[in-house]
T-cell receptor, first 115, second 114 residues
Framework: EAGVAQSPRYKIIEKRQSVAFWCNPISGHATLYWYQQILGQGPKLLIQFQNNGVVDDSQLPKDRFSAERLKGVDSTLKIQPAKLEDSAVYLC?????????????FGQGTRLTVV | AQSVTQLGSHVSVSEGALVLLRCNYSSSVPPYLFWYVQYPNQGLQLLLK??????LVKGINGFEAEFKKSETSFHLTKPSAHMSDAAEYFCAVSDYSGNTPLVFGKGTRLSVIA
C-alpha cells in the first residue's frame, strides 16, 4: 500500500511570512496526526483528527497555526505568520485500529526553515 | 498523562557489539509501547510494538524489546550492531485504546564504530 505522502519536502521562508504543508494519509486511515519535531527533540503532537473532526488540538498554537481535514482524507497545516522558533520538521502520520492492533505510519516530513 | 524517558541522548557501540537503548515509561493506564527509528532526512519507521500480548517483542532488523511492568521499562536490544543501525531511535507510548496519539521520548542517537 502507498505510504503517507507529504509536500513539500523542504521550505525556506522569512519570518512573518505564511506557509502551508499538505498531507495525504494512507487510504482508509481515519486518524491523522500532525507532529512538530524540533532539531534534537522527539516529535510533539500538534493536532489529531478522526475523519474530519478534531480530537485533540490542545498543543496547537492557535494564534498562528491552523489545520483542516476537509472530507476526512487529506489535510493541510498552515502557519501564519511564521516565527524563527517554528523551524522544525513537520511530520504527518495516519493510523488505523484493527482489533487490539494499532500502528501509526509516518510520512517523510516537511523541513521548515524560518530565516 | 503519559510520558517516556530515554536514558542517554547518544550511545556509541562497536560493530558486532550489543546494542542497548533504554526507555522508561509513565502511564496511569495500561500502555501500548513502540520503538521507532529515524534515518537522516527521513520519517519515522516502526521497529516494534508492545500491545499487551507477549512481553518479549521481536521487531525488524534483529531488534527486540521486553516489556517489564515492575520496572516500567521497555528497553531496546540487538545482539550484534551493524553499521547500518546508526540512526536516531525514539521510544513512544500511547494508551491501551490505541486511539490516543503517541507521546515520544527525546530520542537516542546510536553511533556504530567500525
Amino acid at each position: 500500500e502507498a505510504g503517507v505522502a507529504q509536500s513539500p519536502r523542504y521550505k525556506i521562508i522569512e519570518k512573518r511570512q505564511s506557509v502551508a504543508f499538505w498531507c495525504n494519509p494512507i487510504s482508509g486511515h481515519a486518524t491523522l496526526y500532525w507532529y512538530q519535531q524540533i532539531l534534537g527533540q522527539g516529535p510533539k503532537l500538534l493536532i489529531q483528527f478522526q475523519n474530519n473532526g478534531v480530537v485533540d488540538d490542545s498543543q496547537l498554537p492557535k494564534d498562528r497555526f491552523s489545520a483542516e481535514r476537509l472530507k476526512g482524507v487529506d489535510s493541510t497545516l498552515k502557519i501564519q505568520p511564521a516565527k524563527l522558533e517554528d523551524s522544525a520538521v513537520y511530520l504527518c502520520a495516519s493510523s488505523v485500529r484493527r482489533g487490539v492492533d494499532t500502528e501509526a505510519f509516518f510520512g517523510q516530513g516537511t523541513r521548515l526553515t524560518v530565516v | 498523562a503519559q510520558s517516556v524517558t530515554q536514558l542517554g541522548s547518544h550511545v556509541s557501540v562497536s560493530e558486532g557489539a550489543l546494542v542497548l537503548l533504554r526507555c522508561n515509561y509513565s502511564s496511569s493506564v495500561p500502555p501500548y509501547l513502540f520503538w521507532y527509528v529515524q534515518y537522516p532526512n527521513q520519517g519515522l519507521q516502526l521497529l516494534l510494538k508492545y500491545t499487551s500480548a507477549a512481553t518479549l517483542v521481536k521487531g525488524i532488523n534483529g531488534f527486540e524489546a521486553e516489556f517489564k511492568k515492575s520496572e516500567t521499562s521497555f528497553h531496546l536490544t540487538k545482539p550484534s550492531a551493524h553499521m547500518s543501525d546508526a540512526a536516531e531511535y525514539f521510544c513512544a507510548v500511547s494508551d491501551y485504546s490505541g486511539n490516543t496519539p503517541l507521546v515520544f521520548g527525546k530520542g537516542t542517537r546510536l553511533s556504530v564504530i567500525a
